[in-house]
């Protein structure tokens, strides 16, 4: 069974990429063997950093992280990139393109670059990235970076659970007020302006440090950083890994492992609530009970409201809420 | 109370349109009134067609839907507009830009216009988008047209609700290939191209007629049509009506109503399955027990395994499925 769970767990330890790339296809499908990987990397989990990177469109983000991961091998780290396609096929396809030129270039056995497509609902496409990445952070990489166009809700739940999150904004591409008024700059641990040889980036810069200081008050009093850079002339790197690299102090410092457990109950949160949803409407009868009551007559949100009362009187308070409260653990 | 359900159900049967503004807040917020409403005026919705339309950014959506409304007014058909903002910071702001300068134009009290922007996750936003459309549909506009740029699951079910969805494409934005692969196009019963007077929509349009001959087996023998106009210039529109128009004979000839019905069972499962999510992880004690795991040192999957089981032992078979798949209600 060369590719069981078990063969799979002792390919990853080995450090065979092919297993790698294996487990995140597992991930991604939804393969019922992941479970059993996942368990038994567990404590191989957690040793490598998580940048994620996202802005819009053309802000020059595939170009910035293929050059960030050049100065990351300089310093012989090596890196885990997951690109995850948001399931357009217009700028998806624009995406992937970029991806499979750049792995055709790379013979680098430090770098290990994966897209990840997915149509998922319920969730499907953030659980299948952490899970992507946990596999490349179990493999040994010392930094998984995850990349993503910012758009939906998805793709922000897939940046947002890493541990750095670097917005990239550019002039020309995006407005940055709009960018401050929906809220996504409340995710950036780092801001980065991208093409900075192009007229308008400082005007960008110092409309984004304004912003920065209006909410410095909250999350532990980091104050977020701009940075700028222009990643096709390669000038300015050094200032954004400085920036994530300073965050990551920062947070070594300050509850790293209590956000990484927030971010961890999130994960847990999403694998269950993607299997109750398959276990309920395609597991049991309560789609045809939907049906049924739709076709009687009754009005949807009567329906609606009778399921969820049906599931509601039938699940109870949890059964080790009491205990986990107080800490210890019912087995 | 102006504002109570029973008001508003009022006040939209009069056709007052600051009513239909109220309710469509509502859905987007998740109001508790908003089931009561839903429930009084369900035997009024169902007579508007509802229209989707998704395509790249930049193809021109917005154009050809402000372009086709005008074709209908001179039919004298009433149209209710929802532009779903996909959530972007980034195209949600343009697209808002757009409606704002086209709502400020629009003195016609047979068209309305309402952009809805969200964040939700866990179907929210094609749940409330939806519910939007029911309101227009109730209010009593003919024609109900939701707009989104093709990104994410969240927008492709936002636009799938409809009955007939036009996807739209573009020479120069987005490629027809990655279209196809994506299966975007699988939603498709209109496809357009816009632009047409650019290079390249010839060979747009011959790539997409090729592919839909190639599906054409399935859904009911309809063989999507390709048309190509040019919104901008006021060219071909009749020729996108007119194919809107042939689906719709085609699906009231074809099972129109059991289409519906399976939209609406849709939407009914989306509206329990965010209540749910809401009672699981806000309401009772289940995220202090995920939490309450993993400090344990329980792994993630273990944790998620235990939480489910607990959950599915306690959820019954639905009470009510042997009788819906005979056909009558339990009350």
Redesign the interface.
């Known amino acids: 069974m060369r590719n069981s769970p078990q063969e799979l767990c002792e390919r990853l330890s080995r450090g065979d990429r092919g297993a790698v790339a294996r487990l995140i296809t597992w991930a991604e499908n939804d393969v019922a063997g992941?479970?059993?990987v996942?368990?038994t990397v567990?404590d191989r989990i957690g040793n490598a950093w998580r940048t994620g990177v996202t802005g819009?469109?053309g802000a020059g983000k595939s170009t910035l992280v293929n050059e960030l991961t050049l100065c990351l091998r300089a310093k012989e780290r090596t890196v885990g990139i997951l690109a995850v396609d948001?399931?357009?096929?217009?700028?998806?396809?624009a995406l992937l393109g970029d991806r499979i030129r750049m792995e055709e270039r790379t013979t680098d056995p430090g770098v290990f670059i994966r897209s990840m497509a997915s149509?998922?609902?319920?969730?499907g496409?953030a659980r299948a990235s952490v899970d992507a990445c946990d596999m490349l952070d179990a493999f040994g990489f010392d930094e998984v970076v995850i990349e993503t166009v910012?758009?939906?809700?998805?793709?922000?739940?897939v940046v947002s659970a890493a541990d750095t999150v670097v917005v990239v904004l550019c002039p020309g591409?995006?407005?940055g007020v709009?960018?401050?008024?929906?809220?996504?700059l409340e995710v950036a641990d780092v801001l980065c302006v991208n093409k900075n040889d192009r007229p308008g980036a400082d005007r960008i810069v110092s409309d984004m440090q304004e912003s920065v200081h209006i909410r410095m008050s909250g999350r532990f009093e980091w104050i977020t950083p701009v940075v700028s850079c222009s990643a096709g002339r390669g000038e300015g790197l050094d200032a954004v890994l400085d920036a994530v690299e300073e965050h990551r102090e920062f947070l070594k410092g300050h509850d790293l492992e209590g956000r990484r457990?927030a971010k961890?109950?999130e994960?847990?949160?999403r694998?269950?609530?993607e299997?109750?949803?398959a276990?309920?409407?395609q597991g049991?009868?309560?789609?045809?009970?939907?049906?049924?009551?739709?076709?009687?007559?009754?009005?949807?949100?009567?329906?609606?409201?009778r399921?969820?009362a049906?599931?509601?009187i039938?699940?109870?308070?949890?059964?080790?809420?009491t205990?986990?409260?107080s800490?210890?653990?019912r087995s």
Chains 1, 2 share one sequence.
């Open positions: 992941f479970a059993e996942a368990n567990h819009p469109p948001p399931s357009s096929p217009f700028t998806g396809g149509r998922e609902s319920h969730g496409l910012g758009v939906g809700q998805a793709e922000y739940d591409a995006g407005d709009q960018a401050m008024k929906s809220g996504l457990r961890r109950t994960q847990v949160i694998v269950v609530t299997r109750l949803h276990a309920l409407w049991r009868g309560y789609e045809a009970q939907v049906r049924g009551f739709l076709e009687g007559g009754v009005a949807p949100y009567d329906v609606a409201e399921v969820l049906e599931l509601l039938a699940i109870p308070e949890p059964l080790g809420s205990d986990s409260q800490g210890s653990i």
